[in-house]
Nanobody, 122 residues
Framework: LQLVESGGGLVQPGDSLTLSCAGSGSPLENYAIGWYRQFPGKAREGLLCIQRFGGVVDYDDSVKDRFILSRDNAKNLAWLQINNLKTEDTAVYYC????????????????WGQGTQVTVSS
């Protein structure tokens, strides 16, 4: 399985942004898709995970009201929508695939995308 994120960029505070995660090489429906972000100089942090057929697991309660996950297995795509972006959301965002959502530790994930930069600035 290969994963490619897209959709990052420079946005203003209060904007919304949707990040995409495209899978290839293996059906995405075989995997739970987790989303992580990494701040400069910090370890990756788990955000949320969407199970194979749509249930969402929150790894970070502080974002669950603004971050929305979805997926379309027929298109091998998953999305992370971020609403009301804040400057502190500036980070590199990753999608990853695992057999299940588990508890958010990144070592459960076997496949990772390359990441997409989100910068929130006025």
């Amino acid at each position: 399985l290969q994963l490619v994120e897209s959709g990052g960029g420079l946005v203003q505070p209060g904007d919304s942004l949707t990040l995409s995660c495209a899978g290839s090489g293996s059906p995405l429906e075989n995997y739970a898709i987790g989303w992580y972000r990494q701040f400069p100089g910090k370890a990756r942090e788990g955000l949320l995970c969407i199970q194979r057929f749509g249930g969402v697991v929150d790894y970070d309660d502080s974002v669950k009201d603004r971050f929305i996950l979805s997926r379309d297995n027929a298109k091998n795509l998953a999305w992370l929508q971020i609403n009301n972006l804040k400057t502190e959301d500036t980070a590199v965002y990753y999608c990853a695939a695992a057999n299940a959502c588990f508890d958010g530790h990144d070592y459960f994930y076997d496949y990772w995308g390359q990441g997409t930069q989100v910068t929130v600035s006025s």
